[in-house]
Each structure stands twice: as structure tokens, then as C-alpha cells.
């Protein structure tokens, strides 16, 4: 016991705010090991990328106002798709969720920090890297990486330029990242809670984000493997998908989407456990069906790894392939379809409330649903012939990722940001940016449906006259979209500093649960050095 | 269990552990992923799914019985990859068969390209499922082709389509791709992307 008093008493040495030089100032940063900090460190990557790849999207966009347009010309166009769509994955999603990770997980268990805090700093310091290395492809002679996000071979192996090496080595950096990042939650979760806190008392999003991690370890050594034999076919003479040398550029989809699959699990069941946090709160209700939303999150998480070649569907596999990833992918919307009910179980009859984080959860319930229904209606492996890589197809992951997960995590932004930072943020603009962000979204891409349903297929420059008129709604909506976040950033930095002069209780919302409450608003440097007791 | 703060000693030993677990556990899914490609093979050539043919001669029995009941089209096709300055056709575009029959075609080949120029020629089945019951006996594609600046050869294929060939395929299409290997560094039969 004396050498825990002895440990703790070391932590507690340093408090940050005090550096005076600039190099200190830096150093506090490069050289953190608190899981806050890296934490917010996360989340502000995430927020800069966000404006990086939303500005790819404008661009695009833009070209697609009109037909025959030429504000970009089509060889850049595909790699504004492509990065566009690298980039909110990798670089907004990922790191926005693993950043709530860092934040909330050690104060929602009660423990002091991450368990591994100096692999947490080498997890978070890699990502600034990748990001350098995947977008100074702009800068080198020939095209940046332009064969879509999915990255195909051969059109990365044997046609992709020479800038494709680059995003190779970035991907390598990334899941380097996503796996420390995930060894650190497990070993959090597993070692680190506060003594009473079993694994059936854990917040849902504690839960979701221990299932996601065991999901990143499986999947991402798969996904660095898959690039280290695309760099190997690229230059050390073998293979794997070159069919001149015996290989097949088949193999290469299968791989991705062994990764691929999970990977959308990855981006959307952290969501799912935010959600869960929120609607209780605003429904002052406790969540209906605790276990049944953690056996949910175990039963999607299983089922996402054998469901993979529902990519794959006109490729050619056999008849018994199809049939057998059709259903099993159909099978998943019964777990989601537990969720759903779950969470609107949770808000009947209870008193609702509709701050921000509400509506951005129940923007996030109604919308994501409706993705669900179009990822469904993919599914069936015949008619996924005709909305294959149309827009169809784009429509249906903007719904589950824009309205679903990138809508969890301004939800979650909302409802924790008093609780970082001490203030309350300006419910009047958090309401203008949900709608303005709610009706851009909804502009943009529900049209995106008809346009996939009519034929327009996906990562074309230009199109044919007929599509027009909906492809100008959907660029009128994309700007709504994306200046509306510009509202969303002034918000978050305004509150910050302190601008809106409402100071946060510790318990800041009425229906406040779980011991993140229980601490300060701002929430101290350090928390839970003695752990919290739990009923 | 956990009711009771366990030592720091204690746990951050746990932890070591727990996270040298998972990082093998990394180590073994990249593992993993290039296991996947030796499986991806054997599976395809299990079930017969991806088109492929033998790689390898199979042996022609002339004292197994002919399907005289039955009789199967088989169409040749050939492509060049990446336009590939050579000539490459089939010498006979279509043939009728019986199941157990075996038949002797070739292929022309011609290299109009200024330099001498090694290719390699990938074949493929639609449909798919049935490629496993055409066998080759003997292929220009068991091997590489070298040849000269405005040298041309015919190349031959020997090959039967076993009885077992479901009820439901009458007409089957053989395709040769030609791949330029020249320049790939692998000499012999490349077969990298294969470990099995």
C-alpha cells in the first residue's frame, strides 16, 4: 500500500498551465501522457482533418453542379474522392472516437488514467505523421493517390502512381496507431476499473468501445498486411494480386474487406454507445435493456466478421457465396434492430428534454435507421446488382456514417464539452447548427438516392443531362452542410474560453448518470487518484 | 474479485502482461492476413469458383469411357494485356466435344514488337464453377513464351472436359489473357503470390 501512496503522490508532481516558455508549452504537448490531454489532442486532429476532407467534398461537389463542368479536372476529381473518403475514416472518425476513448473511459470506470499512458502518446503522435505523409502527396510530382478510398488492386499496384507508396506507409502508421490504441483500452478496461465496477455496471459506451477494440486488433494487422503485399507487388517482384505472376486481384478485395467489413463497426459501435449515454440522460430514464444493448454490440461485432464479401456481390462469386453472406448480412439487423427498439423504449415515457446532445441523438436515431434500411435493401444480392457502385451506394454510408456516426460524436462533443472545459456551450447555436446540419445532410444525400436508383453511378466527374437537376440540390445541400460546421467550431471554441459565461455544474445535466458526473466541472488534471466508491 | 484495490505493483504487472497478450494477438492476425492468401488458393481450387484451370498437366486416360450422349461447346478467347504489341489468336474459335473426349487445339503467337519479349498467358473459365472439369493435359500456359523480335509460333493445348460436368453446362469459354513478364523479376513459373 505505501508504494501506492508513493505512486500517486509522483503523479499528482505535475499540473500543466504553468509553462512559460513556448518550447514548454510545446513539450507539454508532444510530451504528455494524460489521458485527457491526449484525449483532446485527438479530438482536435479529428476537428482540422474534418475541415481538410469536408473541403474535398465541396470540391467535388462543385464539379458535380453541373455537367460538362470543369471547375476541377476529372484526374483530380478522382483524388478528392479518394482522399476525401481516406480521410473521414481514418482521419475524422477514428480518431474523434478513439479521442472520447482517452476522455471518458478512465472517468466513466473511475480509474486515475489510460493503463498504458506513454503508448497512448506514441498512439496519438503517430497520426499527425500519417496524415503529413497521406496528404503531402499533393505536393509530389504526379497525382496523389486516385483510385478511390478502397484503394482496388490493380489500379493501386500495377496503375497506381508513384504517390500510392506514400499512402501505403500512412495506412501503416494508422493501424500501428488503431492497435496500440486498442491494446490500451483493453488493458484500461480489464485492469483499471474502480473496485465495484463489474463488467455488468459498465456505462454502454465503456462496453462498446472494449468490443471495438478486440474488432481493431483483428482487423488492422489484416489491413497492414493486405498494403505491405500491395507495396510487395509494387516493387519486389511478387505476386499476390498480379495475375501475370499467378496471383489474383480478387484476393486483394478479399483481404480489404475482411478488413472492411469490421472496420464500419469500428466507426459506428462506439456511436452506438454514445447514443446510449445520451438518450437517458435527456429521457431522465435509465437505458431500457441494458444487457440486451451489450449482447447486442457482441452478437454485430461477431456477425461483421463473416459478412464481408456483400461488397463482393457482382465479382462473380458462386451462387452458395452469395446466398450465404446475403443472409448472414441480414441477420445483423436483428441486433441493430434490438438497439433501435432499445433506445426508443428508453425515451418513451420518460422526460424528454431536447438540449443539443438530445437532438443530435435523436437526429442520430431517425436518420441512422433509415441508412440501415438502405444498407438492407444492399444487401439483397440481386438487386445489389442494379445499386452497386452507384449513388445509391453513396447515400446509404453517408446516412449510417455522416448521420450516424459523425452525428455520435457531435452529440457526444455537446454533451461532455461542459464537463472538459468547465462551461456551458451556447444551446441557441448548438440548435442552429443541429438543423442547419440536419437539413444540409438531408438535402444532400436523400436526393443521392434517387440519383443511384436512376443510374448515376459513383466517382464519375461528370454525368449525363437527366441527372442535373437533383445532383444541384445535392451541391445547394453540401454547402448548407458544410458551412453550417463553421457554427459547430465557433461554438466549441467560444465555450472554451469561456465566452458564454454559464459555468458548469459538476453534475451539469439534470439527468446526469455515471461517475464522470461526480468530479468537477472542469474536470480536474487528475481524477479518481483514489478510486471512486461504486453501489 | 474486484472489490478490493489490488497493489500498483500488482497491476501494472497485470497490465504488461495483458498488453504483450495483445500484441501478439497483432502479430498474429497480420500473420493471419497471408495465411489468408494460401487459403484463398486452395479454397478456389477446392471448390472451382474462380475460373482457374490446372496449373499442372493431368494425365489423359484413353481407356476411360467417351459420353457419346453429350456434347459440349467450348469457345477460345484471348486478350492481350495492356495492348501488348503481339498477335494472339485462337487458330480455331469454337469446337463441339463429348465429355471424356480429348481434342487438341493451338494458338497463334506472334511478337511484333521490336525487342525480344517473354509472356505469360493466365487462362480462365466461364463459367466459373465448371472450369474444374476442364483439364489440360497439356497447355502453353504451364510455361513461359519467349520470343524473338517478328518471331511467331503455334502453341498447343491438349485437353478434355471430364464426364462429371454438370448436367446444366453446354457451352463453356476458355480465355487466355497474355501478360508481358518481361521485365518481372521472376524467372520460373512465377508463382510468389502463392505460398501453398
Known amino acids: 500500500m505505501a508504494e501506492v501512496i508513493a505512486h500517486e503522490t509522483e503523479h499528482h508532481h505535475y499540473e500543466p498551465g504553468h509553462e512559460k516558455t513556448l518550447w514548454a508549452k510545446i513539450a507539454r504537448w508532444v510530451l504528455t501522457t494524460n489521458h485527457k490531454d491526449i484525449g483532446t489532442l485527438y479530438l482536435w486532429l479529428s476537428f482540422i482533418m474534418f475541415f481538410v476532407a469536408g473541403g474535398m467534398a465541396l470540391l467535388i461537389r462543385t464539379e458535380l453542379f453541373m455537367p460538362g463542368a470543369r471547375f476541377i479536372s476529372p484526374e483530380f476529381f478522382n483524388q478528392m474522392t479518394t482522399m476525401h473518403g481516406l480521410i473521414m475514416v481514418f482521419g475524422v472518425v477514428m480518431p474523434a472516437l478513439t479521442g472520447l476513448a482517452n476522455w471518458q473511459i478512465p472517468l466513466m470506470i473511475g480509474a486515475p488514467d489510460m493503463a498504458l499512458p506513454r503508448l497512448n502518446n506514441w498512439s496519438f503522435w503517430l497520426l499527425p505523421f500519417a496524415f503529413l505523409l497521406l496528404i503531402s502527396t499533393f505536393f509530389l510530382e504526379g497525382p496523389a493517390p486516385n483510385f478511390g478510398w478502397t484503394f482496388y488492386a490493380p489500379l493501386s499496384t500495377q496503375y497506381g502512381p508513384p504517390s500510392t507508396d506514400f499512402m501505403i506507409f500512412a495506412i501503416h502508421l494508422m493501424g500501428l496507431s488503431s492497435i496500440m490504441g486498442a491494446i490500451n483500452i483493453i488493458a484500461t478496461i480489464i485492469n483499471m476499473r474502480a473496485p465495484g465496477m463489474s463488467y455488468m455496471k459498465m456505462p454502454v459506451f465503456a462496453w462498446s468501445w472494449f468490443i471495438t477494440a478486440f474488432l481493431l486488433l483483428g482487423i488492422m494487422p489484416v489491413l497492414a498486411g493486405c498494403v505491405t503485399m500491395m507495396l510487395t507487388d509494387r516493387h519486389f517482384g511478387t505476386s499476390f494480386f498480379n495475375a501475370a505472376g499467378g496471383g489474383d486481384p480478387l484476393l486483394f478485395q478479399h483481404l480489404f474487406w475482411f478488413f472492411g467489413h469490421p472496420e464500419v463497426y469500428v466507426l459506428i459501435l462506439p456511436a452506438f454507445g454514445i447514443i446510449s449515454e445520451i438518450l437517458p440522460t435527456f429521457s431522465r430514464k435509465k437505458i431500457f435493456g441494458y444487457r440486451f444493448m451489450v449482447y447486442a454490440i457482441i452478437v454485430i461485432a461477431i456477425l461483421s466478421y463473416i459478412v464481408w464479401a456483400h461488397h463482393m456481390f457482382t465479382t462473380g462469386i458462386p451462387l452458395a457465396s452469395e446466398l450465404f453472406f446475403m443472409y448472414a448480412t441480414m441477420i445483423i439487423s436483428v441486433p441493430t434492430g434490438v438497439k433501435v427498439f432499445n433506445w426508443t423504449a428508453t425515451m418513451f415515457k420518460g422526460a424528454l428534454s431536447f438540449e443539443t446532445p438530445m437532438l443530435f441523438a435523436i437526429g442520430f436515431l431517425f436518420m441512422f435507421t433509415f441508412g440501415g434500411f438502405s444498407g438492407l435493401m444492399l444487401a439483397i444480392a440481386p438487386a445489389d446488382v442494379q445499386y452497386q457502385d452507384s449513388y445509391f451506394v453513396v447515400a446509404h454510408f453517408h446516412y449510417v456514417l455522416m448521420s450516424g456516426s459523425v452525428y455520435a460524436i457531435m452529440a457526444a462533443i455537446y454533451y461532455w464539452l461542459p464537463k472538459w472545459c468547465g462551461y456551458m456551450y451556447s444551446e441557441r447555436l448548438g440548435r442552429w447548427h443541429f438543423w442547419l446540419t440536419t437539413i444540409g445532410m438531408n438535402v444532400t444525400f436523400f436526393v443521392m438516392h434517387f440519383l443511384g436508383l436512376a443510374g448515376m453511378p459513383r466517382r464519375i466527374p461528370d454525368y449525363p443531362l437527366q441527372f442535373e437537376d437533383f445532383n444541384q440540390v445535392a451541391t445547394i445541400g453540401a454547402f448548407i452542410l458544410g458551412f453550417s460546421q463553421l457554427i459547430f467550431l465557433y461554438n466549441v471554441i467560444k465555450t472554451i474560453r469561456g465566452k458564454n459565461r454559464v459555468k458548469a455544474t459538476a453534475e451539469v445535466w439534470e439527468g446526469h448518470h455515471g461517475l464522470e458526473w461526480t468530479v468537477p466541472s472542469p474536470a480536474p488534471y487528475h481524477t479518481f487518484s483514489t478510486p471512486p466508491k461504486i453501489d | ?196
Not at chain 2, 489468408?36 to 481407356?63: D, H, R, W
Not at chain 2, 493445348?157 to 469459354?173: A, C, G, Q, S, Y
Request: some cysteine; hydrophobic content about 40%.
Open chain 2, 1 to 196: 474479485m474486484n472489490n478490493q484495490p489490488i497493489d500498483y505493483a500488482t497491476r501494472q504487472r497485470k497490465i504488461r502482461r495483458l498488453a504483450m497478450l495483445l500484441g501478439l494477438v497483432a502479430m498474429g492476425m497480420l500473420g493471419f492476413g497471408y495465411v489468408l492468401v494460401p487459403i484463398y488458393n486452395v479454397m478456389c481450387k477446392a471448390f472451382g469458383i474462380n475460373g482457374k484451370t490446372n496449373e499442372q498437366p493431368i494425365s489423359y486416360n484413353a481407356a476411360d469411357p467417351i459420353d457419346k450422349s453429350r456434347w459440349v461447346t467450348i469457345e477460345f478467347v484471348t486478350s492481350r494485356n495492356n495492348q501488348m504489341p503481339w498477335e494472339f489468336t485462337p487458330l480455331v474459335k469454337k469446337i463441339r466435344v463429348h465429355p471424356g473426349e480429348i481434342s487438341r487445339i493451338a494458338f497463334f503467337a506472334k511478337n511484333d514488337s521490336d525487342h525480344e519479349m517473354t509472356v505469360q498467358a493466365i487462362p480462365s473459365v466461364t463459367p466459373g464453377l465448371a472450369a474444374k472439369h476442364l483439364k489440360k493435359t497439356e497447355c502453353f500456359c504451364f510455361t513461359q513464351q519467349t520470343l524473338k523480335a517478328g518471331e511467331s509460333m503455334d502453341m498447343p493445348v491438349l485437353f478434355h472436359i471430364d464426364r462429371d460436368l454438370p448436367k446444366d453446362v453446354n457451352e463453356m469459354t476458355l480465355s487466355y489473357t497474355m501478360f508481358d513478364i518481361t521485365h518481372m523479376k521472376r524467372k520460373k513459373n512465377a508463382n510468389a503470390g502463392k505460398i501453398s
